[in-house]
């Protein structure tokens, strides 16, 4: 985790935390009026997992793809239910346009939202770079706006977004695969999701992805491997398996294949980064 100290001006939009975690086996629980009477935003995104969260009296369950946005004080509670574990990285703001932004998306969507691809890989990018190297307030001011316009685009920028003119069927696998990256995901079964024939469906999906679906399958596999390794003190094995490699030494080998290094020796690489406790 990352903490920004206080500036002698007022920023309108500030990053005040980012960070990875894994949740399991253990009392995780917050409460929207117990945090103190400082506004405040939080934005989390669920890599992996389930979480919970009663909104407006609502209940709503989080799981991978979902990204939360809550703004405080509000009377909401979210928490992690009994022998379940949460994967996630979170982003923490503060100033007025990050609050503005944070309530129009909440009263336009929801507090959950799933988001495309683009906006969710930019988000991560700001956790990354917030919790990589020690900047200057206003440096993590803009990644903070940065942030937030990639939330902002990704609810209201329409066909600005890459991906928001796919097809349906093609939007309904790129949501199966990221539920599902530790499961079988042959081509078969994503055009069975996709509800097309396994031929239409592999065209179809090519053509509009850029990639082939196991092409697509094995990136995200790798994204997810990433977040895992910098993210937890999962064991190689456990992180293959959350993946979708049913093998421990095959995920090592591929992931050194597609990224340069071991997953070992990726996850030293980033040892610098400070996690939430």
Same mark, same amino acid.
């Given at each position: ?7 002698? %001006?007022? *920023? ?8 990875? #975690? ?9 409460? +929207? ?19 919970? %969260? ?55 969507? +929801? ?5 495309? #691809?683009?906006?969710?890989?930019? %988000?991560?990018?700001? $956790? *990354? ?37 796919r097809p349906a069927p093609v939007l309904r696998a790129q949501t199966f695969i990221e539920q599902n990256l530790d499961a079988n995901l042959g081509v078969e079964r994503l055009a069975r999701a996709a509800q ?5 469906? &592999? ?6 992805? +850029?990639? &082939? ?15 895992? *390794? ?6 190689? &094995?456990?992180?293959?398996?959350? $993946? ?34």
């Amino acid at each position: 985790m990352v903490t920004r100290p206080k500036g002698p %001006l007022e *920023l309108h939009c500030m990053a005040t935390g980012a960070g990875y #975690e894994r949740r399991a086996n253990e009392t995780y629980s917050w409460e +929207g009026l117990k945090r103190g009477a400082a506004p405040f935003v939080v934005l989390q995104h669920t890599i992996a997992g389930r979480g919970e %969260l009663d909104f407006a009296g609502v209940h709503h369950a989080l799981t991978p793809g979902d990204t939360m946005l809550l703004t405080f004080p509000h009377p909401h509670r979210y928490w992690l239910a009994q022998q379940q574990s949460w994967q996630y990285f979170w982003l923490g703001f503060n100033g007025r346009e990050a609050l503005r932004i944070a309530r129009a998306v909440i009263d336009t969507k +929801g507090p959950v939202l799933r988001l495309p #691809e683009v906006a969710i890989d930019r %988000l991560a990018e700001a $956790c *990354l770079a917030l919790v990589s190297r020690d900047m200057p307030l206003g440096e993590a001011s803009a990644e903070a706006y940065a942030a937030m316009m990639a939330l902002h685009d990704g609810v209201f920028g329409g066909a600005s977004i890459a991906g928001a003119e796919r097809p349906a069927p093609v939007l309904r696998a790129q949501t199966f695969i990221e539920q599902n990256l530790d499961a079988n995901l042959g081509v078969e079964r994503l055009a069975r999701a996709a509800q097309l024939s396994r031929a239409h469906f &592999a065209r179809l999906f090519a053509s509009s992805v +850029g990639m &082939a679906p196991s092409a697509y399958v094995f990136e995200k596999r790798m994204q997810r491997a990433e977040r895992l *390794l910098l993210a937890t003190d999962a064991t190689i &094995a456990e992180v293959a398996a959350n $993946c979708g490699f049913a093998d421990g030494n095959y995920f090592a080998k591929a992931f050194r294949r597609a990224r340069g290094v071991s997953p070992s020796e990726f996850r030293t690489s980033g040892s610098g980064l400070l996690r939430a406790g």
